[in-house]
């Protein structure tokens, strides 16, 4: 409401208080841009791990946010894992923000989400399944945590506006700290030679596709290629 005002002598009203109807969050990614208050996807499908001591999103459940911004706690435990074609052919999804206490995305969880535009995920996250973003064809803003142990086949096939972070003609994906943790592709397509960055961890399955080494250095500091 608007504060009203009276005379402080007769109390005479000079000014009506006057009664203001609430207008409303006003949500920018699931967090008002008024009072910073944060929309968690409560209404998520969710299971009960095997142990029994956390919870994984198994699907969209009610939920009907397009930027989904999943709790770190459901019901007093953790969500611990996105399971396997959680969100699979979701065309609404446009954001999703995964919270720290997930450690595994499965394999197909976000597959063909073709409004999926951005994906922010959290550090202790350790692996990443197969195809689990494949031909999320608007997807162009994604971090890989260093907490990363495993990506497994062609996460990323068919993503092809993803916005790279570029090293001597190389593509990377990464994070703030270390932006060479996966070598998505090869920009320059002549190259004959190159040494991998030593920051790399991964090399995504068709980065050297349809090229012709003469010769290629690979850092010892890379767990994987596929």
């Known amino acids: 409401y608007k504060e009203g005002k009276h005379c402080s002598r007769c109390y005479e009203i000079l000014i009506?208080?006057?009664?203001?109807?609430?207008?409303?969050?006003?949500?920018?990614?699931?967090?008002?841009?008024?009072?910073?208050?944060?929309?968690?996807?409560?209404?998520?499908?969710?299971?009960?791990?095997?142990?029994?001591?956390?919870?994984?999103?198994?699907?969209?459940?009610?939920?009907?946010?397009?930027?989904?911004?999943?709790?770190?706690?459901?019901?007093?435990?953790?969500?611990?894992?996105?399971d396997y074609e959680a969100f699979i052919r979701n065309?609404?999804?446009?954001?999703?923000?995964?919270?720290?206490?997930?450690?595994?995305?499965?394999?197909?969880?976000?597959?063909?989400?073709?409004?999926?535009?951005?994906?922010?995920?959290?550090?202790?996250l350790e692996s990443i399944g197969n195809e689990a973003f494949i031909n999320c064809s608007s997807l162009t803003t994604i971090n890989i945590p260093s907490s990363v142990s495993y990506i497994y086949t062609n996460c990323f096939g068919g993503c092809y506006n993803i916005i790279y972070k570029e090293y001597e003609g190389v593509n990377y994906l990464?994070?703030?700290n270390n932006p060479y943790i996966l070598l998505m592709s090869v920009e320059d397509r002549e190259i004959t030679s190159f040494e991998t960055n030593t920051k790399t961890k991964f090399i995504n399955d068709s980065a050297f596709i349809f090229l012709r080494f003469t010769s290629f250095q690979l850092t010892l500091k890379c767990l994987r290629l596929s």
Do not use: M
């Open 174 to 176: 990464g994070n703030n």
């Open 91 to 124: 065309y609404s999804i446009e954001g999703v923000n995964v919270p720290k206490s997930v450690k595994s995305i499965n394999s197909w969880a976000f597959a063909y989400c073709n409004q999926l535009k951005e994906v922010v995920l959290s550090e202790n």
């Open 16 to 82: 009506e208080q006057e009664i203001i109807s609430a207008k409303g969050h006003n949500y920018e990614k699931s967090i008002c841009k008024d009072c910073n208050y944060i929309l968690y996807a409560t209404d998520l499908e969710f299971s009960l791990n095997g142990d029994e001591n956390g919870y994984i999103v198994k699907g969209i459940g009610e939920c009907n946010l397009t930027y989904i911004r999943i709790p770190e706690n459901y019901n007093g435990l953790p969500v611990v894992k996105i």
